[in-house]
């Protein structure tokens, strides 16, 4: 389904216009409480029109440069910036305090708060204890209620996610309800309750074809079950200490892909760059011919649009500066499909014969093709506009690195997934158009292939090639020049690099085919905003403390960044980059990351990690409003400690 702007431009009702965020104070003025209003089929549409941009993002609309990913600050499109949350990218900057150093507890609550609102949950309650005063048929009323449910589910997925135990409620409040002083709800009751509402979405929705244009089917609903249940069902396994047992939702993430396995297939429509293609189209008509698109949000040009194009981190943008760190580099395998080290131990590493060692962007080569449709070259991709679209012939700009947020790559490893080198969509600033994937058939192939590892312990090779063979065949590797690139149950390649990551970082041992298809998730979906939910669910925080690096600064890259260079046509321009002042390198002369936290706990780019921030804490008003409210442990020790 592609979520078209039209629903939403259509305009609402005066009374359901803006949302309070102080859902738990006040009762809710903002929806109608005329009951002539809930007489019709299109009342019932109406009131979920508004619905629909709330959860379903996309690259978000307008400037797209405010926070939209409580209580991580993701400015702009959570899709694009999310994984800056993550080991997978930096932004520019010598601190990050949303991830480890920053212990404070927020003080109130409402829209700039760290996710404790309810506004949203409190308008879909609303519509679920209203929407059947209309004379419909039962039928009709089902499908309704399913996208309220749906959304439901959705919200609540991500507050169980920040939060842990939260408060369940089910219908609207008004300022006397017992309900508003409450404890929370316990983590078990809720997801239960979580299931129970994506199961009547998936009921209730039509078939795939059967539903109304822009709307929601069935097949999302599945989708977005078989994420809500690989989430608890592994956070539940991993997660020991909270003593649930997650076998019923990994059973119920295995039903929901199984009803998708088939009906769609990988996009193949661009050949060797297929994978980046599927994230560079634009206009309302953007996915009509990919068949692996499930859920899009897609814009029409001159009434709904973004500025996220002109923004993202390319030709020296100053918005969103970001890049690529150098342990996200290292997980791409080469184009044998082994690794960069084969075999040995750290200091004697084993290296494959087709990596070709750091300096001047030769890591890219011979790697799994996603890697260079990911984080590209000087001069691929991203160089200097002419004629409205990207002219290699006016020559290279090499990334801009340092800690300044104007424009800089930072690590010097340039992410180029999603964008699209096409300066109409870039002078279109707010209009414009460019389309959003939400859920693809290529995520739910690796929920596929994980939840039946979680189950089994173990995969077909039937199920490893119609998943991660699949994903690796359409990315470009060739199987016949590399028969090696096709993994195979129990010819796993040895990895010793990240295995001792993972023996040092984790409490529990990660086999070579689990390790295989982490791996294959963090490539496939690197900068969909999937990479810090999995190391939450995994129970893989500590992986932050792995020391964030960038690109080997050697010699030959010290001369090119000497400030010689200037000319584009002639060898390419790179702005001077002084050592010890615009960036600071490691022993072994790779950049560090963050080298000057005011907070003192970010040591030579080592971020800290505590096993409380695995939950974020309660805004401090919230719980002096409502005294049964506990704060999540550790926080009130940790800020006392600051």
């Not at 001047?360 to 984080?375: A, F, G, H, I, S």
């Not at 800089?408 to 992410?415: I, K, L, N, Q, W």
């Not at 295995?499 to 529990?508: A, G, P, S």
Request: with cysteine.
């Amino acid at each position: 389904m592609k979520l078209k702007h039209y629903i939403y431009a259509l305009g609402l009702a005066a009374s359901l216009h803006a949302c309070n965020d102080d859902f738990m104070e006040r009762y809710p003025l903002d929806v109608p409480t005329d009951n002539a209003f809930w007489t019709s089929e299109n009342d019932l549409k109406l009131f979920l029109n508004k619905f629909y941009p709330t959860w379903i993002k996309g690259h978000y609309s307008g400037w797209s440069d405010s926070n939209y990913l409580y209580p991580l600050p993701v400015k702009g499109s959570p899709l694009a910036y999310g994984d800056v949350y993550s080991d997978n990218a930096v932004r520019t900057g010598n601190e990050f305090s949303e991830l480890g150093e920053n212990n404070r507890i927020p003080t109130g609550s409402g829209a700039n708060n760290n996710g404790w609102v309810w506004s949203d949950l409190r308008n879909v309650n609303y519509f679920l204890t209203h929407y059947n005063r209309a004379d419909l048929p039962k039928e009709t009323l089902d499908k309704y209620a399913g996208e309220a449910y749906f959304f439901k589910s959705w919200e609540y997925y991500r507050k169980v996610m920040i939060f842990g135990d939260v408060l369940w409620i089910t219908k609207e409040l008004n300022t006397d309800s017992e309900e508003l002083y409450m404890p929370r709800t316990p983590r078990a009751e809720v997801m239960d309750s979580i299931l129970l509402c994506i199961n009547k979405a998936v009921a209730g929705l039509p078939e795939k074809g059967k539903e109304e244009s822009g709307r929601l089917n069935k097949d999302i609903a599945n989708f977005l079950k078989a994420r809500i249940c690989l989430f608890e069902g592994t956070y539940r396994k991993y997660h020991t200490e909270l003593g649930l047992d997650g076998s019923k939702f990994l059973k119920e993430c295995e039903t929901a892909c199984e009803a998708l396995l088939g009906k769609y297939t990988l996009y193949r429509g661009d050949g060797e760059t297929s994978y980046y293609k599927m994230f560079t189209v634009k206009g309302a008509n953007a996915f009509s011919d990919n068949p692996e698109v499930i859920l899009g949000r897609t814009y029409i040009p001159d009434e709904y649009g973004h500025a996220f194009q002109r923004y993202y981190d390319q030709n020296n943008s100053n918005r969103q500066a970001m890049g690529a760190t150098r342990g996200f580099l290292e997980e791409y395998l080469c184009a044998d499909g082994r690794p960069i080290y084969v075999g040995g131990s750290e200091g004697n590493y084993e290296v494959n014969p087709l990596f070709k060692g750091y300096g001047m962007w030769k890591e890219l080569d011979n790697r799994d093709p996603r890697l260079t449709q990911t984080v590209c070259r000087p001069g691929e991709y991203v160089t200097i506009y002419k004629n409205g679209s990207v002219d290699l012939a006016n020559g290279i700009e090499y990334p801009n690195i340092s800690y300044s947020s104007s424009g800089s790559t930072v690590t010097g490893y340039r992410f180029i997934k999603h964008w699209m080198g096409d300066q109409i969509e870039n002078d279109a600033v707010t209009k414009g158009v460019q389309a959003a994937i939400e859920f693809r058939y290529g995520e739910l192939l690796l929920m596929y292939a994980e939840v039946e590892y979680e189950l089994n312990g173990t995969l077909t090779q039937q199920q490893v090639d119609m998943t991660i063979n699949a994903l690796r065949e359409r990315a470009g590797y060739d199987f016949n020049a590399y028969p090696t690139a096709k993994l195979m149950v129990g010819q796993e390649p040895a990895d010793p690099r990240l295995d001792k990551i993972y023996r040092e970082k984790l409490d529990y041992t990660v086999s070579p085919l689990l390790r295989e298809i982490r791996r294959e998730r963090r490539v496939e979906l690197a900068m969909e905003n999937r990479r810090y939910e999995d190391l939450m669910r995994w129970k893989a925080g500590n992986l932050f403390t792995v020391p964030l690096r960038g690109m080997k600064f050697t010699e030959e890259m010290q001369a090119l960044y000497d400030g010689s260079h200037t000319d584009r046509l002639n060898g390419g321009s790179a702005a001077k980059i002084t050592i010890g002042k615009d960036v600071y390198l490691d022993d072994e002369g790779y950049i560090i990351c963050y080298p000057k936290s005011p907070y003192k706990q970010t040591i030579k780019g080592c971020l800290p990690w505590h096993d409380y921030r695995y939950l974020w804490p309660i805004p401090a008003e919230e719980i002096r409003l409502n005294p049964n409210l506990v704060q999540n442990p550790g926080w009130i020790e940790a800020e006392t400690d600051k």
